[in-house]
């Protein structure tokens, strides 16, 4: 009974191998899915899988083709009436379909078709998936691209003023005042904070390999539902549409932050300011460069505040900037805080007010102020 039951068992593996492991029959059961990257995607996957479980099959066939010809004899052992020793010795082609149609009869046969037909119908039910499951990520990808397109609007906006600096008429001005918004650190944070689609597409092919690894792979074909894979592949773009919601904000905090400051550099030191000496923002920019981020700071929120830059002349047109460094220099502030510069500001702007208002007055507002900071941080004498 060797040659009948190894005929069955070779037939029967075969029958599946060749259902499921031709590529070129699976891109056709496939067609469903979006001709290209990926269909290829999806008949890569079922190629592997369809290949592992078919090996798994054929070991599981090889193991017990001696237990399947041996309950196949007993089956036609006990037939009755039991055939002939000559029809036994000498099969016809009848004979042997009969003995062939034994196998399922005993135990290692119905066991045998049993995992035949879970394997197929697991994969089955993956290619009948296949066009759901993709449209569904396809639908995702386009909703998180249009959920990124306001962050990425915003940042090319930034890019484009940041670029648009060099044409100032004092640029270093104008970079320091951008810059108290945007670093290269900040801004590559929130770059990154921006999802990517297509990283986000392979996150979730990553994700749906590991539900069908996790269902095909193994002894046992476990049988997943609809919904599950469709969480499983849902989740890295919830994931990322979250992402994409919380760097908005962010994004369009910068751009506003980014044009006010631009709007207020135009509005006294632009080519269009009116009742301001151009050469006032040179003299400015100098000042800002030499004592840094704690100058630009405190320059421009005096700035925003201070209303008598359009209406006094006096105010724009002395070297205010000059004084103020004289001072510094003369109490060795090398490195002044932004509170001392804003409060020396301050004191210009109350002295620039008055009337009778001379260079002389303004030296005794800036020395007052460098004054009272250096006798705060020289050390107390002993009573």
Known sequence: MGQPAGQWADDTDRALRTKWDDPKKLEAMLKGVPAGERRTWWVQQLVRYAGERTATFHLAVDARRRELAEQMFALLQAMEPRPAEAEVARPTAEFRSMVAGLAPAGTAGRDLLAMAADIDAALTEVVDRAPTLDELRAGRIVQLTSACEGPRTDLAHVDQVVTGLTAMDTPALAKAFVELDVDAPALQALRAAIPDERHVGDQADQALRGKLEQALRGNQVTTLSSEELRQTLAAPFEA???????????TSAL?????ARVALYDR??????IQFDRGA????????????RPAAQAMYDWLQAESAWRSDPFLAEADYMHAITIAFERYGFDNPTEALIRETLEAISAAARSRHTDNGRVNEAVDGVCSRYASALSPSEPE
Do not use: H, L, N, W
């Open 240 to 250: 990322a549409m979250s992402a994409a919601r919380a760097v908005q904000p962010k």
């Open 255 to 259: 751009k506003a932050a980014v044009d």
């Open 268 to 273: 006294y030191f632009g080519r269009t300011a």
């Open 281 to 292: 923002g040179f003299r400015i920019e100098r000042f800002v460069v030499r004592y840094g």
